[in-house]
């Protein structure tokens, strides 16, 4: 029906697609949005199956099964690529700097980023620890900020698997 090489990249592309939708579902399910898990889920499962009946109908095809297993593999390299761009939630960042901290904090705050600061004890003291909740979307725009600000900044980034309350900005100011 599909020919020979158009079986075989139907069922590779269909494994990548059911693969990366895997990785989606996944991420929105433990982010809460159960919904769009559910959505995402319904496409999955079809797709597999699909997939499956395609590598079944050609079990003596040894390049049928190649053909999936790489189908899988590269939907995990897909997958992954898809999430970091859609970069949904929220992410807790914490930062410490020796270079000048509390005129990095403010820095911060003027570019719309919201900041509380604590103080913890090192090896060699007492240090300001930058803390900074905003949308994972944004995470890009403040590694970036800290890398010219002190490259040997230490960074921790912790998935906030819900926030409440609190003031912080969806959107940085536009310069």
Not at 106 to 134: A, Y
Request: overall charge positive.
């Amino acid at each position: 029906m599909y020919g020979l090489i158009g079986g075989y990249l139907l069922i590779f592309f269909a494994r990548v697609m059911d693969v990366s939708l895997t990785t989606l579902r996944m991420l929105f399910l433990v982010r809460g949005n159960k919904f769009y898990a559910a959505g995402i889920g319904l496409v999955e499962v079809t797709v597999y199956v699909l997939a499956l009946k395609l590598v079944f109908e050609r079990l003596n095809d040894p390049l049928s099964i190649a053909v999936y297993a790489l189908g899988f593999a590269t939907g995990n390299i897909v997958g992954s690529y898809m999430e970091e761009k859609v970069a949904v939630g929220q992410v807790t960042v914490q930062i410490i700097t020796l270079k000048d901290p509390l005129k990095l904090a403010e820095f911060l705050r003027e570019d719309g980023f919201g900041v509380t600061i604590t103080e913890g004890q090192g090896r060699e003291g007492f240090h300001p620890i930058i803390n900074c909740s905003l949308p994972r979307k944004q995470l890009k725009g403040l590694r970036k900020i800290l890398d010219e600000w002190d490259k040997r900044a230490f960074i921790v980034v912790h998935d906030a698997s819900s926030t409440y309350g609190g003031f912080y900005r969806y959107r940085r100011k536009a310069k």
